[in-house]
Each structure stands twice: as structure tokens, then as C-alpha cells.
């Protein structure tokens, strides 16, 4: 078959499964089949051999079944880099590069030493202000342990290796040392909703890494008190926060003793990081 009708067959088929860009899909997904590294390179007149065919259709069933791309090819580029995925880890997103561009604009001097990522899935926030401030280390947590091996073979892939530790266990568990920036992108989304995302989301993401309780503000309410004892003196905290969160998260960080707490809107002009500061007493 030729490289131009797959495409045209596949995105009928996507269509047909309700997935949002399925032309681009199509593409990118054939590009990853014949090994071609963009979808801008494939070649309209070329066929595809047996082998490539056979593993198009494999993408493309997962896809129909609205598997997403980035879990389909194995990997997603954030922050410039690409990392690895899991079952296990969140797809990254790309409202979260809002919470790295809202942690660097908080150090426009002297770039913090430790960083704490709580909840670091793929590893994605950690490597990317590793990778930013080249004499910064740092420790990510995340209860999954599967997790945590994803995320340590992303740091080791993008040579950040000796600068990140990841630890499996709780957001409690990493009382006991003091950092110059915790960061966090905790399970935010409402127990209730999660079953009415699209089924990219509520499928395939963890829910661990989704499911924020009742009002989707469990997680902040346990990671807030804990900032008081992790932060450094002039220490900064950095979290993301889901639509409509800003104003209830902003008050718990405040009644944790950040001060001022600011907020960062995303592409799309929704508040989505919040940066507060800690000046002990
Ligand atoms: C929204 S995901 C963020 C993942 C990654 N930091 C990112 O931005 O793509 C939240 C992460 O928190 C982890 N998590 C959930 N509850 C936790 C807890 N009590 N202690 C530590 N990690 C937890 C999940 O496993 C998940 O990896």
C-alpha cells in the first residue's frame, strides 16, 4: 500500500473512533511504524513493506481504541526532552511546562542547590530544572514504585543521573532534609470526574495520578502543611493546580506560611502554577 492511502485509510478509521486530530495522528503514527522520524518526512509515493504494515495496523487499533500516541510510541517530549512512559506514569502535559517556566522565573539570581519534586511520575519536572541549573541536585518521590524506575531511567538516559535520587513512598516520607525549591503536580481532578474524561485520560493515566479526593484538593491539603518543615530559609514552593484551584490552593499555601504566593497563567490563560515563598521567622 501506498505511504498517501494509509494515511487517507487510517484516518477514516480514527474518525470513525471519535479521536480529536485524526489526520495528525495518522501521521505521526505511520511516521513511527516506517521509523521515520517526523511525520513531515514520509514519503507520499513510497509503500510500505509487510512489516511496516502489519505494525501500522497495531498503532492503529491501540489508537482506535484511544490509546494516546505518546503511549503508543513509548515516549513524550517535554521541556525539549523526551521521556520514557509507563502504565504507571502520567503522560505529561504541557500546561506543566507553565510550573517549570513559574520555578525558574522564582531564582532570576542564584539558582536553588536541592529541589524536591513531590509526586515526579515520569521524572519529567525534575529533569527539566536539572537540566536548567547544571549545579542543582534533587530527589523525586512518587508511591509507585513502577513509577520511580521509569523515572530513574529517564534521568540516566538524559545524563542527569548522578544529580536526581528518586525514592518510592509518600509525600510524608520526605520530611527530614530542607530544600531551596519543592515542586509539585499532585492528583488533582475531582474522584467523580475522572470517569467522564475523554478516555485518553481516565484509561490510560494512572489514577493515582489523577484522583485528588472529593473537591480534587486532597493532595494539597497534605502536602501544604508539610512545606513549613521541607523548605529552606527564603525557600520556594511551586505547584500546578487544575482549573478553578488557584484561589482555595493559594490559601492553603499562605496558611502554611508562604508569603507572597503568586500566580502563573498557562498558554491558554488559565492560572496553573503558584509560586509562594518562605521566610522563617
Ligand atoms: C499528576 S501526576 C504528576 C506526575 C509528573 N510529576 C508530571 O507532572 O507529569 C501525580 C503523581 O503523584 C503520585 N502520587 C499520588 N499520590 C501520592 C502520594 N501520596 N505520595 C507520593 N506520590 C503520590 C502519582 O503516582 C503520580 O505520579
Redesign the pocket.
Known amino acids: 500500500m501506498k505511504v498517501a492511502d494509509a494515511i487517507c485509510d487510517a484516518t477514516k478509521r480514527l474518525r470513525a473512533a471519535g479521536v480529536d486530530a485524526p489526520r495528525r495522528d495518522a501521521r505521526l503514527l505511520l511516521a513511527d511504524a516506517m521509523g521515520v522520524a517526523h511525520p513531515a518526512l514520509l514519503d507520499a509515493g513510497s509503500h510500505l513493506s509487510v512489516t511496516e504494515s502489519a505494525r501500522f495496523v497495531d498503532k492503529l487499533v491501540r489508537r482506535e481504541a484511544r490509546e494516546p500516541v505518546a503511549r503508543i510510541r513509548g515516549s513524550r517530549e ?1 521541556w525539549g526532552m523526551e521521556f520514557a512512559l509507563s502504565d ?6 504541557p500546561d ?1 511546562e507553565t ?1 517549570i517556566e513559574a520555578a525558574l522565573a522564582a531564582f532570576p539570581d542564584a539558582p536553588p542547590q536541592r529541589i524536591l ?9 525534575l529533569c527539566a530544572l536539572l537540566r536548567e541549573w547544571p549545579t542543582a541536585t534533587g530527589v523525586g ?4 514504585e513502577a ?1 520511580v524506575a521509569t523515572a530513574r531511567q529517564n534521568a540516566q538516559h538524559l545524563g542527569l543521573a548522578g544529580r536526581a535520587e528518586f525514592v518510592v ?3 510524608n516520607d520526605a520530611v527530614g532534609a530542607r530544600y531551596d525549591l519543592v515542586v ?5 481532578v475531582r474522584s467523580s470526574d475522572i470517569d467522564a474524561l475523554e478516555p485518553e485520560v481516565a484509561t490510560f493515566d ?1 489514577r ?3 484522583d485528588g479526593g472529593a473537591d480534587g484538593l486532597d ?1 494539597y491539603r ?1 502536602i501544604t502543611p508539610l512545606l513549613s518543615r521541607l523548605l529552606a530559609h527564603g525557600g520556594v514552593a511551586a505547584v ?1 493546580v487544575g482549573l478553578g484551584q488557584a484561589e482555595e490552593v493559594g490559601r492553603l499555601l499562605a496558611r502554611s506560611g508562604l508569603d507572597p504566593v503568586t500566580v502563573r497563567t498557562d498558554l491558554s490563560g488559565i492560572p496553573r502554577a503558584l509560586v509562594g515563598r518562605f521566610d522563617r521567622a
Not at 504507571?88 to 502535559?93: H, I, Q
Open positions: 517535554f504507571a506514569t502520567l503522560d505529561p502535559r506543566t510550573l519534586d513531590l509526586g515526579t511520575g515520569s521524572g519529567c519536572i518521590i512518587d508511591l509507585s513509577a513512598g509518600d509525600w509539585s503536580n499532585p492528583p488533582y494512572p493515582l495520578a489523577l493532595a497534605r500546578e
